[in-house]
Structure formats: C-alpha cells, structure tokens
C-alpha cells in the first residue's frame, strides 16, 4: 500500500513562513496533493505536483522530488486564519481505481 | 462552489439501528469516496467507487455497506450501528482522471448511543 509521513504538530507566528513536509513511500506514483481542512470543516484542495519542483499559488507554495520521494507545502506570510490541518494525499495505484489516500495531517498553529 | 451534499449534518441514533448517510453530488464525478474522520485525526478510506455499479472497500470498511446505482448518489448504510461508529463521515468525488482534486462534501457527524 502507500505510506505517507508528515509531523503531527507545527506551530508558527504570524507573519512567518512556514514549511510542512510529506515524505512517501509508494510502490507507483502519480502526484502529490495538499488538502487544508479548517476544525468542523471538511477539506479543501490547495495544490497538485506530478513534476519536480515549485508550484506557487498565491501565498502558498507546493514543492515535489520525485527522486527523494518527498515534497513540502509552504505558507507565505502566515496569517491567523491559516490555522488548520493540513494533509499530502496521493493514488493508490495499488489499489484498483486509484482510490485518494491522505497523511495523517499536521496541524498547523499561527499564533500572534 | 464545489456541488457535493451530504445529509444529515448531525444524528444521534441508539445501539443497533441502521442508518444510511446521504451523499450526492451534480457534477457528474465518476469517482466518489467515504472516509472516517474523528476530530483533528486522518482521513481512513472506507469505501470507494469509480462509476455506475462499480464500488471497492477501502482499508477501513466499518461494517458498512454502499451503493452506486446512479452517478449522482452514493449512500453509505451501517446495518447496526455501535458506539465504535461514532465519528465523522465525509464524502467526497472526482473526475476519473488521476490527480485531479476531489471535491469534498460538509460532512455527518455521527454519535452512537
């Protein structure tokens, strides 16, 4: 099956840059997506990688290596309402139809 | 906007009875996906169907069973609910093709009493 790791736990200040990682481990990949989900919300896209490197939206930017099997999501001048949890998500190309398997999330904490 | 509709938001229901969480969407998806959320933890797959009377369990069935007669509707049934169900259920589709996002629905959150 695919595996994904993030930390559990960021805590940054307001105004700051923030980076959140997501290593996996997959026997096939496709893309990497990143997904924010407010408490009591459901989630929300943010961004799509299927190529190395930088994809910026705004103030949140998404990275890929596909060697390394890695990618982060940053967020550019952290404001209070970025507070929220976030999730890398990938296929399961093990699984038929390629079901959206997520991380276990980070919760991200923007304090003043 | 994205046009996914869960219903109900909120039920408490006893020990044993059987229930099933409505979710349709109108954008003509062909993939469409519960998962199992508890608060402030992961997302657990617990079924998953790619089109009209094609559905797969995911890692985390729960003793439930779903449906996919129309591409519009996918309801999920817990034919006896316990405790242990008690979370939140969310819905969510996307188009066939891969890596394109899924579009999720507000969610039921359920309580087993």
């Known amino acids: 099956g695919q595996s994904l790791e993030q930390p559990s736990e960021v805590t940054a200040v307001e105004g700051a840059i923030v980076q959140i990682n997501c290593t996996y481990q997959?026997?096939?990949?496709?893309?990497l997506s990143w997904y924010q989900q407010h408490d009591g919300g459901a989630p929300t896209f943010l961004s799509y990688?299927?190529?190395?490197g930088l994809e910026e939206t705004g103030r949140f930017s998404s990275f890929l290596s596909r060697s390394d099997s890695y990618g982060y999501l940053l967020l550019q001048e952290l404001q209070m309402k970025d507070s929220a949890s976030y999730f890398c998500?990938?296929?399961?190309?093990?699984?038929?139809?390629?079901?959206?398997?997520f991380g276990k999330g980070t919760r991200l904490s923007v304090i003043a | 906007e994205a046009d996914i509709y869960q219903t109900p938001r909120y039920l408490v229901i006893g020990t044993g009875k059987k229930i099933t969480l409505e979710c349709s969407q109108t954008?003509?998806?062909?993939?469409m996906y519960w998962y199992q959320q508890d608060p402030g933890m992961e997302l657990h797959l617990i079924h998953y169907?790619?089109?009209?009377?094609?559905?797969e369990k995911g890692d985390l069935s729960s003793e439930s069973t779903v449906s996919r007669i129309r591409t519009e509707h996918f309801p999920l049934t817990l034919e006896s609910a316990r405790p242990s169900h008690t979370s939140q259920y969310l819905c969510?589709?996307?188009?066939?093709?891969?890596?394109?996002?899924?579009?999720f629905g507000q969610g039921t959150r359920l309580t087993v009493v």
């Open positions: 990688n299927a190529l190395d």
């Open positions: 998500a990938v296929p399961d190309l093990n699984s038929g139809n390629t079901p959206l398997v």
């Open positions: 169907s790619y089109g009209v009377n094609s559905t």
């Open positions: 954008m003509g998806h062909d993939k």
């Open positions: 969510a589709s996307s188009e066939s093709t891969l890596g394109t996002e899924a579009f």
């Open positions: 997959t026997s096939g990949f496709y893309g």
